[in-house]
């Protein structure tokens, strides 16, 4: 596995760099990182935009569900440190490398398909159980 980046107006696809072994990349919001983890879902890399170098910012049992913070500072995921650990999520700061357990999931039921993700406020979000046959549709009026 590898990561490649796709110009829309030559159409053309270009492998990036140092990125053997890595899926799932995510841009920052701001624009200036790359985020991306092993394929063995243990560790989390993150590179500048450029892709130029690689640098691992947490490795642990499993990490999951990888979502960036709306400051760029911290990125947010579901993991747990060692194989009979309980699932959690956390929140890892890019700059400093200090990482916050937020929430113990020991007693949240987990489905095979599973989402968590992080609101523009910080709210941590997640899905319960996801079943096909549903299907909803939230409407509001945001200020």
């Given at each position: 596995m590898r990561l490649h980046r796709m110009d829309l107006r030559t159409r053309q696809v270009e492998s990036l760099k140092e990125t053997n072994g890595l899926w799932s990349p995510r841009w920052s919001p701001d624009g200036k990182s790359l985020l991306a983890i092993t394929t063995d879902n243990r560790t989390i890399r993150i590179s500048p935009s450029d892709a130029s170098y690689w640098r691992d910012v947490i490795s642990m049992h499993d990490v999951d569900n990888v979502t960036w913070s709306y400051d760029s500072q911290s990125i947010?995921?579901?993991?747990?440190?060692?194989?009979?650990?309980?699932?959690?999520?956390y929140r890892i700061n890019v700059v400093t490398g200090a990482l916050q357990k937020l929430v113990d999931m020991k007693d949240f039921p987990i489905p095979i398909e599973n989402w968590w993700g992080v609101a523009p406020d910080g709210t941590l979000l997640g899905s319960k159980n996801s079943l096909s046959e549903e299907i909803y549709e939230l409407r509001c009026k945001l200020p």
């Open positions: 947010y995921f579901s993991g747990r440190a060692y194989l009979e650990s309980e699932w959690a999520l």
